[in-house]
């Protein structure tokens, strides 16, 4: 009975623990309070801004992939972002895809639509080792990973300020007033200007900061709208449903009383 009791104490313990674990980490991640954002994409019938998605594409292509892949996307993906398939296929050219020659030795050849975007980093090690031991995330599924979704990764480009009063930053970080413990390893990728706009938009960080947020959000999820749009005609065919199904059974019933 002594060996059950202690079991007994043992394992409430550990579910004791566990459950204040996540209570724990909840309670430091609410912590920090990402602005509310108004996006397209938002709600059952919110779409992407293709014109916005396009722009992030470039703020990505011309900043962000210097460090970070989007490995679990297709060039052909750009074209739900209104790219045509010459653009896409221009795109993909512009890059050498490692593969195998028909002599079996490992050579290049340009991409094309069906390939993945390349990694700007052989491997983990490299990318490390060029960005002072720490490794940029991939991108590909970043808004749909984080809780904060869009919110927190606009909030996250757009938080970089200096530091406050008696807040001493390590060596190789930077203050950032949205990020969890407000030290991050990566520099502020964005300043006014980094980008020109083929459509003529100012490219103020707050701009790029949206308009490569909604990009990111559309690689993370690119089949939304064809999910909302079908979940609109479901729940539309089950009203109908309900109520074919109450007339009927107003019908069927109706000479029994």
Not at 30 to 39: D, L, T
Not at 40 to 55: I, K, V
Request: charge should be positive; proline fraction near 7%.
């Amino acid at each position: 009975m002594k060996i059950l009791r202690n079991a007994a104490a043992a394992l409430l313990a550990l579910v004791v623990s566990h459950g204040a674990v996540p209570s724990t980490a909840a309670a430091a991640g609410s912590e920090i309070k990402f602005p509310p954002q108004i996006w397209s994409f938002s709600g059952p019938f919110g779409t992407y801004d293709r014109a916005a998605a396009q722009r992030g594409f470039q703020v990505y292509a011309e900043v962000c992939a210097a460090c970070h892949a989007m490995k679990h996307s297709s060039f052909r993906n750009l074209a739900g972002i209104g790219l045509s398939e010459k653009e896409i296929e221009a795109l993909a050219a512009a890059v050498m895809i490692p593969t195998i020659g028909d002599d079996g030795q490992p050579t290049e050849r340009p991409g094309i639509p069906a390939d993945r975007f390349r990694s700007p980093f052989p491997n983990e090690r490299a990318a490390r080792a060029a960005n002072n031991g720490a490794y940029p995330p991939d991108l590909s599924v970043m808004i749909k990973a984080r809780p904060g979704g869009a919110d927190q990764m606009y909030a996250l480009l757009v938080g970089y300020t200096d530091p406050p009063a008696g807040v001493t930053v390590g060596e190789g970080m930077y203050y950032n007033k949205y990020f969890a413990g407000h030290q991050i390893a990566m520099a502020s990728p964005l300043s006014d200007g980094r980008v020109t706009y083929a459509d003529g938009t100012r490219a103020s960080v707050e701009q790029m900061s949206r308009d490569v947020t909604t990009f990111l959000a559309y690689i993370a999820e690119p089949e939304m709208e064809q999910r909302k749009r079908m979940g609109v005609k479901v729940v539309l065919f089950l009203i109908f449903l309900t109520g074919l199904t109450y007339a009927t059974k107003r019908k069927v019933w109706a000479d029994v009383h």
